[in-house]
């Protein structure tokens, strides 16, 4: 099984402050990595697939970048309603893993 | 309007047995890959399974190997879990989610059932 470490667990930050959040997986996955964030009482949802590429109608602000191993989750001047909690998930190989979390809070 | 809505969650003794369905909409369900995601209280997410578009090839998670089924109904636009031999460590919101590709990234969500294993 493929595990995905997330980093850090927790962050405070500001208002227009920049995030980031890195995955390290155990092993190389290509870019076969993706972001979803996380509200509380909500549904995860998509925000970068394939460790880069964007989705439509998510912010510009959140911006995805890495290969192999290594692989980064950015948020350029945060809002206050990008409170959540964000994972990482890989889709490499035969059955997919998620990061353990990193809940973000303003 | 794309939507999936889950149900089917509640109660169970350990040992027993639930059945989750997902309804789909808005989407031509026959043309995706579909999964079933778990997150149990407070915790992370975690992957159960996998069904392709035509049904002929699955997957599981080693937690749930031998006790979860996958199918789905493409007639009927439904997804559905049977789940067997329950154990107190299945407790949890319990998705069906939409792949974009082949086992790839999940891109629409459903709101959730909750399941709940305890004597």
């Known amino acids: 099984e493929i595990v995905l470490t997330q980093s850090p667990d927790f962050q405070s930050v500001t208002p227009k402050e920049k995030v980031t959040i890195t995955c390290r997986a155990s092993q190389s996955i290509g870019s076969s990595l993706h972001w979803y964030q996380q509200k509380p009482d909500q549904s995860p949802k998509l925000l970068i697939k394939y460790a880069s590429q964007s989705i439509s109608g998510v912010p510009s602000r959140f911006s995805g970048s890495g290969s192999g191993t290594d692989f980064t989750l950015t948020i350029n001047s945060l809002e206050a309603e990008d409170a959540a909690t964000y994972f990482c998930h890989q889709s490499s190989g035969l059955r997919s893993t998620f990061g353990g979390g990193t809940k973000v809070e303003i | 309007q794309v939507h999936l809505v889950e149900s089917g969650g509640g109660l169970v003794n350990p040992g027993g047995f639930l059945r989750l369905s997902c309804a789909a909409s808005?989407?031509?369900?026959?043309?995706?890959?579909m999964s079933w995601i778990r997150q149990a209280p407070g915790k992370g997410l975690e992957w159960v399974s996998y069904?392709?578009?035509?049904?002929?090839?699955?997957h599981y998670a080693d937690s749930v190997k031998g006790r979860f089924t996958i199918s789905r109904d493409n007639a009927e636009s439904a997804l559905s879990l049977l789940m067997n031999s329950l154990r107190v460590e299945d407790t949890a919101v319990y998705y069906c989610a939409r792949d974009i590709g082949i086992a790839s990234a999940f891109d629409i969500w459903g709101q959730g059932t909750m399941v709940t294993v305890s004597s």
């Open positions: 808005g989407f031509t369900f026959s043309d995706y890959y």
């Open positions: 069904i392709s578009d035509s049904g002929s090839t699955i």
